[in-house]
């Protein structure tokens, strides 16, 4: 028996050892070019070119994260890309936490089928929509300003809906009846209770969407003309030419450009996990 019971911890050591030594490669493997952007953010232009290649260079150049100051005006884009982004976290946060809970909580005529037909937008290609979003915006006269980047994200998204519905499902009914017999309203259960339990989803859906309005390219170059009106990824090509590419100073501007992203995501670690993980109890 002592036998049997040994045998199986050290299968499971085994299998852990395996577990922990894949993960390790898998981690090498998506950490390198992070690790190559940080390397060749601090190299001449000679040593980005030179061959054999030089994985860590002979002298760290930090003059070129100042250079990438000096030559375009960088906080003003992180100001513009911060509050594109922020506009867009809180109409996402708002709109879709009210949808998903009427989808949710409440019983209505049809819900189910909304529901279906609501995620059934998930399918069109954004590419489909891109032209005559550009038209609808140009005839309101939203073209070179902020105003189609954030007023279409005021309104619930298929994703981040169907994210938090799955959330308030997996919620007991039971704090909704004891706060009824309380006398709340259906407003009052899903601010004062429903609300402050999905704090993990809602934390996921920040984090999705800072993702998505930081690295969004295609809308700013679509919609913005006044460079002033620029975002941070519009400024990274600023470094990029026909003939030359100052690839040591776009790594030193793209590592600048990942520290929010890495920095929200190791803040909302946790949450990001929590919240996906409870979506899943209920469907």
């Known amino acids: 028996m002592k036998r049997e019971i040994s045998s199986a911890k050290r299968k499971k050591q085994i299998v852990s050892i395996l577990l ?7 981690s090498f493997v998506f950490l390198f070019p992070f690790f190559w952007m940080i ?6 232009d000679s040593e980005v070119w030179s061959y054999p290649i030089k994985w860590i260079p002979s002298k760290l ?32 946060v708002i709109s879709c936490s009210i949808v998903a809970y009427t ?29 005559p979003s550009f038209v609808f915006f140009s005839k ?21 809906t169907f994210l ?7 919620l007991p009914k039971e704090l909704d009846e004891a706060a009824k017999l309380d006398g709340c309203s259906i407003w009052g259960i899903f601010i004062r209770i429903l609300l402050p339990l999905t704090k993990p989803a809602i934390a996921a859906i920040v984090v999705f969407e800072f993702m998505a309005g930081w690295n969004d390219f295609m809308g700013p170059l ?6 002033k009106l620029y975002t941070v990824s519009l400024a990274l090509s600023f470094f990029q030419g026909k003939n030359h590419t100052d ?4 790594m030193a501007a793209s590592t600048v450009a990942s520290i929010p992203l890495l920095a929200l995501f190791a803040i909302a670690q946790k949450y990001i996990i929590g919240g996906i993980t409870m979506t899943g109890i209920k469907g």
Do not use: H
Request: hydrophobic letters at 55%; a positive charge.
């Open 20 to 26: 922990f030594i894949v993960l390790a490669l898998g």
């Open 222 to 227: 679509l919609y913005l003309v006044d460079d």
């Open 140 to 160: 309101l006269n939203w073209v070179n300003t902020w105003l189609p980047l954030i007023v279409p994200m005021m309104f619930a998204t298929p994703f981040n």
């Open 247 to 250: 690839w040591q100073l776009l």
């Open 39 to 44: 390397s060749t953010s601090l190299k001449t």
């Open 61 to 92: 150049i930090w003059k070129n994260y100042i250079e990438i100051f000096n030559i375009l005006p960088f906080w003003r884009y992180f100001f513009n890309t911060f509050f594109i982004t922020f506009c867009r976290i809180t109409g996402q």
């Open 103 to 131: 989808f949710a909580r409440l019983k209505f005529p049809g819900r189910n089928v909304l529901f279906i037909l609501m995620l059934s937008t998930m399918m069109i290609p954004g590419v489909v929509t891109l032209i």
């Open 164 to 170: 938090l519905r799955q959330f308030y499902m997996a």
